[in-house]
Nanobody, 135 residues
Framework: VQLVESGGGLVQAGGSLRLSCAVSGLTSEDYVIGWFRQAPGKEREGVSCIRSSDGRTYYTDSVKGRFTISADNAKNTVYLQMNSLKPEDTAVYYC?????????????????????????????WGQGTQVTVSS
């Protein structure tokens, strides 16, 4: 699976951005696609994910009500609409994918996947896209 993130940029607090994750190399199986972020000096954390079979979603508490994840299965692209952005949302945002059959609980999967070291699991992550929110 190949993942390419785009859409990051510099925005003022309260502004919006829409990130895109283009996914290729998928089989006919259903997948869970997740967005993660890593701020300088902090560990990578899960932000949101979506299940392709039924559109079920998960959000970490800090983004609920502000971020919306969606998927265009025909384009193999997952979006993250980010509204009411805060300086603490500043981070490099990454997407990652997993076969749905291997994911039991969305939130738990995000915690485990966030710990995947890119050096050890390079195929698990895209190159990331920088989001900077100024105050």
């Amino acid at each position: 699976v190949q993942l390419v993130e785009s859409g990051g940029g510099l925005v003022q607090a309260g502004g919006s951005l829409r990130l895109s994750c283009a996914v290729s190399g998928l089989t006919s199986e259903d997948y869970v696609i997740g967005w993660f972020r890593q701020a300088p000096g902090k560990e990578r954390e899960g932000v949101s994910c979506i299940r392709s079979s039924d559109g079920r979603t998960y959000y970490t508490d800090s983004v609920k009500g502000r971020f919306t994840i969606s998927a265009d299965n025909a384009k193999n692209t997952v979006y993250l609409q980010m509204n009411s952005l805060k300086p603490e949302d500043t981070a490099v945002y990454y997407c990652s994918a997993e076969r749905e059959s291997l994911v039991v609980v969305l939130g738990s999967w995000m915690v485990v996947r966030a710990r995947y070291d890119p050096a050890r699991y390079p195929g698990a992550w895209g190159q990331g896209t920088q989001v900077t929110v100024s105050s």
